[in-house]
């Protein structure tokens, strides 16, 4: 899920239509809303947040360092003029990406999981394109195995980008369905996870010969790689 926050309406519902196109969960807030949002969001909340778009709102500026002290997920700005000293300033203020709109999303989702790579670098001793057949690409692309175009619907491509970027932790039902749904989606049952993880993982057991996701029952799913 993607938080976008900008003080002008259309810019924030067009990039929540835009994700969502892409099939993409986001919560669009203006600056005033977005601070007591994150002063008052749960661990979970904030666990399925894997980016923050900030547009233009006075404090964008000392925004990350408030971010930082809440999550790790990479914060990108839009800016909306070519300005040096814009990019200069934002970089120095902590921010992971600068970008000028318009920006396509599935370009922030590629710059964001650029991020994700960095900050994750080296850690543990493979990722998740190393040692294994499967490939993940988080920019919209289909993952591949052995080179080949593995089709999958939107939700279950975004199961598994979700659950091989959390690689060897155990998430819960609810925190994959967070993710992928949005954590204020009250129109959609939690259950339905069961249900794209079920053929998500069928399709990857008839194209690997083994299952890279284990499941625990009452305990949750975790993406443990190639077979040992």
Do not use: C
């Amino acid at each position: 899920m993607y938080i976008v926050v900008d003080d002008r309406q259309m810019v924030t519902s067009g990039y929540v239509a835009s994700f969502k196109r892409e099939g993409i969960s986001s919560l669009g807030l203006y600056a005033n809303e977005f601070n007591d949002w994150l002063e008052s969001a749960s661990d979970a909340d904030l666990e399925a947040i894997q980016g923050f778009v900030l547009g233009t709102f006075e404090e964008r500026v000392h925004s990350a360092e408030s971010i930082r002290r809440y999550s790790k997920a990479p914060i990108i700005a839009l800016s909306d003029v070519r300005s040096l000293e814009e990019t200069l300033e934002l970089f120095t203020a902590k921010f992971d990406d600068v970008v000028r709109k318009p920006v396509h999303v599935r370009e922030i989702l590629a710059r964001s999981e650029a991020v994700w790579r960095r900050v994750n670098a080296g850690v543990g001793k493979k990722t998740h394109n190393d040692a294994d057949r499967l490939k993940v690409f988080f920019d919209g692309r289909d993952p591949e195995v052995d080179g080949m175009p593995l089709a999958l619907p939107r939700r279950e491509r975004h199961i598994l980008e979700y659950l091989v970027r959390k690689r060897g932790h155990r998430l819960t039902k609810k925190q994959i369905f967070d993710a992928v749904y949005g954590i204020y989606s009250d129109d959609v049952e939690d259950s339905v996870v069961e249900g794209h993880i079920s053929k998500l993982r069928k399709k990857l057991r008839q194209r690997l010969g083994y299952d890279p996701i284990d499941a625990k029952r009452y305990i949750g799913y975790s993406y443990v790689g190639a077979a040992s």
